[in-house]
Nanobody, 118 residues
């Protein structure tokens, strides 16, 4: 069992930055690929970024590539997402997700709200 707790969300002006954190419980954190998703009301949850078990490989949605950076610290059981040049369209609830097999999420966090203001 893995429990995920996100933090770091908030209100930020257009062009601003935020760093989200996701702390994981358990001793198997490094066994999972870690991912960030986001969701706005009335729309499906969408993939934002993912990072491999070792942290050596990352992937991003086209809408955030070049602005967001995912990273992880396996010693701290934590995954991060640095979000720069935020746009109003980035407003969403952001979820951390652990996937043992790529593309198949096993655990979700409770989400953290990010609101961009113009």
């Amino acid at each position: 069992q893995v429990q995920l707790v996100e933090s770091g969300g908030g209100l930020v002006q257009t062009g601003g930055s935020l760093r989200l954190s996701c702390a994981a419980s358990g001793r198997t954190f490094s066994s999972y690929t870690m991912n960030w998703f986001r969701q706005v009301p009335g729309k499906e949850r969408e993939f934002v970024a993912g990072i491999s078990r070792s942290g050596g490989s990352t992937t991003y949605a086209a809408s955030v590539k070049g602005r967001f950076t995912i990273s992880r610290d396996n010693a701290k059981n934590t995954v991060y997402q640095r979000m720069n040049s935020l746009k109003p369209g980035d407003t969403a609830v952001y979820y951390c997700a652990a996937a043992y097999i790529l593309g198949n999420v096993d655990y979700w966090g409770q989400g953290t709200q990010v609101t961009g203001s113009s």
